[in-house]
């Protein structure tokens, strides 16, 4: 399903970011970076809490809201009961909303807001995400102290939170249309082999978008996802090519493999992901690109993977998830 819009746009963003993503090729973009996992806080979690807190502190700052002044805010992070929202956002907004899309959840909250928006329910909405390299390998695989060997597959979760301000008033870059996924489960069970588990998400919402929208690849200066990785990027490519007859080219990239230099971090392995990788991505260096009109149109895919531990115990297979939205200038 594909709406399209014409009063939505984005009025503000923030980035926060740990120290894996502050010695990345986008570090310059961040608005403000940690050199440690801590953040001043006793455990990860907290530091979680309180990345979602600076995010928010910053977008008040160069938006010029105060608490109240937010119509709608929605959140998303990794965590059960997406608890870093929850006490991240406490008495900030008229109205709340969590909601879980796992890595995907950054898009989904900004269909959500864009949706309130142009029925003119609302007149702005604050979407803001967050995740925690720490506290997700300890809720989704293994705490890291156990140091556990990672496969090449194996994708690394950013640390991080970002904030996106939507608004009915009128500025440079409006959000022009999006298209909600679907769950889609190819019988992958291997959770450090994320891109493989994603990537089939990522073709089934990108070719409905074109079969939506009536347009190819071309009607875009840049098509991202988030976050397949290197290996998930490939099968997404030569999927589309051999199967589709669809030529994604140069436009196309996937956000965890932007986020880090591969080369150097060899830790990340196969990329980021997490809900904060590709906001960070999108919300500072893809906004600057829009902003000085270095691109005009872009397409921002988010993956999710929809699992937890216990059904994988249980031999369950993974479902995965894309939701996709178009950003343009005006």
């Known amino acids: 399903m594909t709406f399209f819009y014409n009063q939505v746009y984005i009025d503000e963003v923030s980035t926060v970011c740990g120290p894996f993503e502050k010695r990345g090729p986008l570090r310059r973009y961040f608005d403000k970076t940690y050199d440690d996992y801590y953040f001043g806080e006793k455990t990860f979690e907290k530091a979680e ?7 928010l502190v910053l977008i008040m700052k160069k938006s010029g809201y105060t608490k109240k002044e937010f119509d709608l805010v929605i959140g998303s992070d990794l965590l059960n009961q997406i608890t870093a929202t929850t006490y991240g956002c406490k008495d900030v907004g008229n109205s709340f909303i969590g909601v879980y899309g796992a890595c995907s959840g950054s898009v989904l909250e900004l269909i959500i807001a864009s949706n309130f928006i142009q029925a003119n329910l609302i007149k702005n909405c604050l979407c803001v995400v967050s995740s925690h390299n720490m506290t997700s390998e300890k809720q989704f695989r293994y705490p890291t102290e156990y140091g556990a060997p990672r496969p090449n597959t194996a994708t690394f979760t950013a640390t991080g939170a970002c904030c996106a301000l939507l608004s009915k008033e009128k ?3 409006r959000v022009e249309c999006a298209t909600l996924g679907r769950c889609v489960d190819y019988s992958q069970n ?3 082999d994320m891109g493989r588990v994603m990537a089939p998400a990522a073709i089934d919402t990108l070719i409905r978008h074109f079969e939506d929208t009536k347009r190819t690849p071309n009607d875009y200066d840049l098509i991202l996802t988030g976050d397949l990785g290197i290996y998930g990027k490939e099968i997404v490519k030569e999927y589309m090519d051999k199967t589709f ?3 994604l080219g140069n436009r196309y990239n996937d956000c965890g493999v932007m986020l880090y230099d591969l080369e150097k971090q060899k830790e990340v392995k196969a990329g980021g992901s997490g809900p904060s990788c590709s906001a960070l991505v999108v919300y500072s260096y ?5 902003r000085t009109k270095k ?3 872009v397409l921002f895919l988010a993956t999710g ?3 937890s531990p216990l059904f994988l115990y249980q031999k369950q297979n993974i479902p995965s998830i894309c939701h996709a939205i178009s ?3 005006e």
């Open 190 to 192: 291997d959770p450090n």
């Open 305 to 307: 993977a929809l699992f």
């Open 286 to 290: 893809v906004i600057d690109l829009l």
């Open 49 to 55: 809490v309180k990345l979602v807190k600076d995010a």
């Open 327 to 329: 950003l343009e200038v």
């Open 295 to 297: 691109i005009k149109r």
């Open 245 to 247: 007859h669809i030529d």
């Open 171 to 173: 500025t440079p870059i």
